[in-house]
């Protein structure tokens, strides 16, 4: 989240950090791909981190293990002792970043990916929004340490087309956080504040009659607000927080095999995130 960039697109995570073999060769390549570099001034005791432009304008640094790059945070950043400080909750990682865009340039960035990460495509998936089709491209790396979704809008009337207008263009709109256990992070979420996106009661309903589960299991989900999801190698939970600003947002997974990303329960994400949207034409605050 940058201060600069905020003024212009409002709340939205503006660049991301790769770790990489050797961060200096894979900006060159992508510069010789054709990517945009990228630097900025450095003050005293800074490091220049290798980086290119990305969707939507957004940075995209690259880091390595074998030089300072791996050591960024003790030498850039202070630690804080906080006293106050919330409990831990279970989050391990990132599972995954959502990006959102036009329908036309999805091809340009998946390109762009492809071309300068060792990742892979996987099948283009329609997601479905009240107010239209999303389509929704992915790309992963073997190990599924990297995984970024990029969401085409059609129109300005989804949830995406609806981010993209009230942040001037595309980007990064939601952050999904890894756990090994879903329920013991929604109740340490829960004690340190955290509200969760409330799902309607008929999701669950349609969800137990869909997959056949137990009803005390299906209660436990509707208590948490987690959506679910099956696939044929394993389960899928996800707990979403509310949207923040003009459309970021969080979400926190945990994967039990599962290897795509709910797609199913987008409509049902897609219209509780929409109560909390500013409703087209009201100026920001």
């Known amino acids: 989240l940058a201060v600069g960039p905020s003024a212009v697109h409002g709340t939205t995570a503006y660049a991301a950090g790769l770790m990489v073999d050797d961060a200096k060769a894979a900006v060159e390549r992508a510069v010789a791909l054709g990517a945009e570099r990228f630097r900025q001034p450095l003050d005293a005791g800074e490091i220049e981190m290798p980086a290119v432009r990305g969707v939507g304008g957004g940075i995209l640094y690259f880091l390595d293990p074998k030089t300072e790059l791996a050591r960024i945070w003790e030498i850039e950043f202070d630690p804080v002792e906080d006293t106050a400080a919330?409990?831990?909750v279970g989050l391990q990682s990132i599972d995954h970043i959502a990006q959102t865009m036009k329908y036309e340039e999805l091809l340009t960035w998946l390109l762009?990916?492809?071309s300068i990460l060792d990742a892979h495509k996987t099948p283009l998936v329609d997601i479905i929004d009240p107010s239209g089709i999303v389509r929704s491209q992915a790309i992963e790396n073997a190990d599924g340490s990297l995984r970024i979704t990029m969401n085409g809008a059609?129109?300005?009337n989804t949830l995406a087309g609806h981010f993209i207008a009230e942040t001037f263009g595309s980007g990064i709109q939601h952050l999904a956080f890894k756990t090994q256990d879903i329920f013991s992070a929604a109740a340490a979420l829960s004690a340190n504040g955290f509200v969760t996106l409330a799902i309607s009661p008929n999701y669950y309903d349609d969800l137990e009659a869909r997959f056949g589960l137990d009803a005390e299991f299906a209660e436990r989900l509707k208590a948490n607000?987690?959506?679910y999801d099956r696939d044929e190698h394993g389960e899928y939970f996800q707990l979403y927080s509310p949207t923040y600003g003009e459309g970021l947002f969080f979400?926190?997974?945990?994967?039990r095999g599962y290897r795509g990303?709910?797609?199913a329960n987008?409509?049902?994400r897609i219209a509780a995130l929409r109560?909390?949207?500013r409703p087209a034409g009201v100026p920001r605050t």
């Open 86 to 88: 919330p409990e831990p």
């Open 112 to 114: 762009f990916y492809t």
């Open 275 to 277: 109560k909390h949207l």
């Open 261 to 263: 990303y709910g797609a």
């Open 225 to 227: 607000n987690i959506l």
């Open 154 to 156: 059609e129109n300005r």
């Open 266 to 268: 987008a409509i049902f």
């Open 251 to 255: 979400e926190i997974v945990e994967r």
